[in-house]
Nanobody, 123 residues
Framework: QVPLVESGGGLVQAGGSLRLSCATS????????MGWFRQAPGKEREFVAA????????YYEDSVKGRFTIYRDYAKITVYLQMNSLKHEDTAVYYC????????????????WGQGTQVTVSS
């Protein structure tokens, strides 16, 4: 089992910001692309953002482009999702994910999931 430890979720007002963290092992961090998915009540799990193994490429779902930023911290072996200008429709459980490059194509490409962290945006 790949270790993925998420943190940073919570309750925030619309327009506010949150930063999600996903800490993992150095082996996982070095060998896999990493990303974030989310699942709102009654909806399917959907892709949010991903970063390549090298960190040189990032990918975003259209609705979060310009608001969310994914990045790697090599010293802390952690991937972050900085979420700005949050909207009510961003409310969901957010899951850290690892896999080969291609996470942006959907959950079927995910090798391992984190436990999920709740993000609630009040309108």
């Amino acid at each position: 089992q790949v270790p993925l430890v998420e943190s940073g979720g919570g309750l925030v007002q619309a327009g506010g910001s949150l930063r999600l963290s996903c800490a993992t092992s150095r082996q996982t961090f070095s060998n896999y692309a990493m990303g974030w998915f989310r699942q709102a009540p009654g909806k399917e799990r959907e892709f949010v953002a991903a970063i390549s193994r090298s960190g040189g490429s990032t990918y975003y779902e259209d609705s979060v482009k310009g608001r969310f930023t994914i990045y790697r911290d090599y010293a802390k072996i952690t991937v972050y999702l900085q979420m700005n200008s949050l909207k009510h429709e961003d409310t969901a459980v957010y899951y850290c994910a690892v896999g080969p490059d291609g996470l942006r194509y959907g959950p079927r490409n995910v090798a391992s999931w984190g436990q999920g962290t709740q993000v609630t945006v009040s309108s």
